[in-house]
């Protein structure tokens, strides 16, 4: 799985997306013609004007050359101090192995790499899987707003970080089967890969017992560290360097 910025290229593949991922979550409130409306209005013919603006980021999530999600987001104020998660999308045939979360963790890293001290999340108030979802990983209901889909009125949720450690370090656990085995994944524990970032897993989700490294590429803890800190994938290859405190001993 790779977790990606979007492209041109990307286009048709977020709009079917989008729309499937709506279609199977949205109908109990949202009427077919409203979806396809809003797809269209929202990933239309000037949707690749957004995939190009340098205050929104879209990412994608690509499983075997195949997109099956992406998230929408924004860098608001004047000095794009929040960051806005507007809309997270896994297709429904792929919602399983903690995709989505995956992205969420993806697409904050994203965000803040950017410059956002803040990150906010929108969400349906009707969505109840999608409250769940950042309820569960890391962020609390700060209010409330009104959005427009189609000729309608709806209200959004607003979500921000609440799972703070001592260090500032986002608490996002995540529980994780890797070989039969449960391991509970800390997404605010991540070291820099050359591919995707590695993140600390524990045997419990107290985090009392620190167990292996997660790689973020292929979510595999089948890793190796020598003595200098580097790290490798034994399964994709993906490797951590040494931090500046093992190599200042090379």
Known sequence: MEIR???????????????????????????????????????????TDDITDDRVLFLVV??????IGFSQSELVGQQASTGHLLWLHIHPDHRDGGT??????????????????????????????????YRDHGFEQAGQRDVDIGDETFTENVYVESD????????????????????????????????SPFYT???????????????????????AMDAMGRIECNNCGNRRKATRWDASYL
């Open 62 to 67: 690509e499983r075997d050359g195949e997109v």
């Open 100 to 133: 989505g979360v995956r992205l969420l963790v993806r697409t904050r890293e994203a965000l803040l790499e950017e410059g956002a001290s803040e990150i906010q999340c929108f969400v349906l108030a009707d969505n109840e899987g999608g409250n769940q979802f």
């Open 5 to 47: 910025e979007a492209t041109d290229d990307d286009a048709e593949a977020i709009r079917s997306t989008a729309h499937e991922s709506l279609n199977s979550t949205y109908t109990a409130f949202l009427d077919e013609e409203t979806i396809d409306d809003a797809v269209q209005q929202w990933y239309g013919e000037s949707f």
């Open 164 to 195: 703070h450690e001592a260090d500032g370090s986002w608490g996002a656990i995540d529980e994780v089967t890797v070989d039969d085995e449960t391991i509970y994944v800390s997404y605010g524990e991540a070291a820099r890969g050359s591919k």
């Open 201 to 223: 897993a524990y045997r419990t989700k107290d985090q009392r017992e620190r167990y292996a490294w997660f790689c973020g590429n292929c979510d595999s803890i089948d890793n």
